[in-house]
């Protein structure tokens, strides 16, 4: 399809923004048993799409009472063409929002508001977000050899393990991306202390979970998820033990990318580690930590011998000399779009939201609507990158979408960072300032697999067989 342009000769007509908020206290416990129990987000969104015969609606969504001070009213924005007001910062403020109306105790990171949850108005919002990108630009020359290590360590103990059974790749997955965001990101190597090696990780994962629970749909066990888990935020004492040991690891491993933040970013000692950690363990780790497991899977469900593509075209564009490299990767184009294919059906921040700076007027593919100054937008990213006006056979996984002409012109549609693949994360927006680094590492990930391995046999989260290439003899 591409080619799809947002601008029209005619504006569409201005409709009333479709949808309520139900009785006081009734309509979001609703919408909220709904969304987590009975419907899942999914499900909830798309049945309030086909009743309001809309893509922009108002409803409730999570967290709600009875011990979250939140408003639980936004107007959702699922496809394509409103989503993207988001994007916009003359549009759209992002203070305190990153997960909804609610935001965890400031406890969890060091008594300060981190990056994410500042707004580009907030002058410490350009500090940090230059100081994020500058660590990632500089630590690029070590990206592939730090990759290649820490990843054959991990596919060394996989195979290690396989005569005995099928291996779960969850832990050693972690506990390479544990490492490896460490090292690019704070110049700390989990190696040097040995709490950390064994349970760096286990401690991200604890600080994560507690501080991001009462927001994340489980679907088990219901009613007692609803009571116990999404009813009241839990207390930052739970992890602080887990906090401190990685704040030590930060401060002791990464002493020259703090410097490095206090002289040329202006930074104090404290907000750099924070920050430091929050990007580490919160955006890298935890992102990582989803999208990993989604790209083993996609491998998984193919049924179209996409293995033998992928390991062709890596071979080719590596060269026999096992030669990865940023270029090289760069040239794989059914890599990277298997890689973009897995964020549009998998992204793994699946909400985001933006509270309007003014009175303005946005628009759907087919309708305008007047949103007031202080409503808060929200977009679920897995319904909005399923836009049919946008992709064609949007729900199927099409490995080589985003490749050729027309799968360029696409990745202006992809969302998954904030911002479109084509945009450029700045102190002047909110986009994640990892974007490339994300799709190149995870394209570097799977051109690695496939310079190691032949064929990998997956099952759900195990790896139940992988095949080397056999040597080559004398004559070939
Ligand atoms: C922001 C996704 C990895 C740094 C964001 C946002 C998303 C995102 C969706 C915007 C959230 C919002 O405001 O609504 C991801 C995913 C990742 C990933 C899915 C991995 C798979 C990284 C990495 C870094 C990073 C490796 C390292 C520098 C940041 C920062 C922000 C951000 C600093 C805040 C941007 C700002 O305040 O302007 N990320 N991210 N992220 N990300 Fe990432």
Known sequence: MANINFTSSSPPPVREIPGSYGLPLLGPLADRL?????????????????????????????????????????????????????FDMELVEKKNILVGDWMPSTRFTGDRRVCAYLDTSEPQHEQIKNFAMDTLKRSSTNWIPTLTTVLDTMWDTIESQLPSGPVSYLVPIQKFIFAFSSLCIAGAD???????ADNGYIRMDRWLAVQLLPTVPINILQPLVEIFLHSFPYPYFLVSRDYNKLYEFVEKEGKEVISRGQTEFKLSKEDTV?????????????????????????????KTGIQEKLRKEVREKAGS????????????DLVQSFVYETLRLNPPVPLQYGRARKDFELSSHDSAFKIKEGELLCGYQPLVMRDPKVFDDPETFVPDRFTGQKGKELLTYLYWSN???????????????????VTLTTSLFLAHLFMRYDFVTITGASFSAVEKPKPKSKNE
């Open 34 to 86: 709904n969304y987590s129990w009975f419907q899942g987000p999914e499900t909830f969104f798309r049945k309030r799409i086909e009743k309001n015969q809309s893509t922009v609606f108002r409803t409730n969504v999570p967290p709600t009472f009875p011990l979250f001070f939140a408003n639980p009213n936004v107007v959702a924005v699922l496809d394509c063409k409103s989503f993207a007001h988001m």
């Open 190 to 196: 989990p190696a040097n202390s040995p709490d950390i």
């Open 274 to 302: 924070h920050n430091l950690l929050f990007i580490l363990g919160f955006n890298a780790f935890g992102g990582f930590s989803i999208l990993f497991p989604s790209l083993l899977s996609a491998l998984e469900s193919d």
């Open 321 to 332: 000399e096992s030669g990865l490299s940023l270029r090289s990767v760069q040239e794989m």
């Open 419 to 437: 911002g479109p693949q084509t945009g450029m994360p700045s102190a002047s927006n909110k986009q994640c300032a990892g974007k490339d680094f």
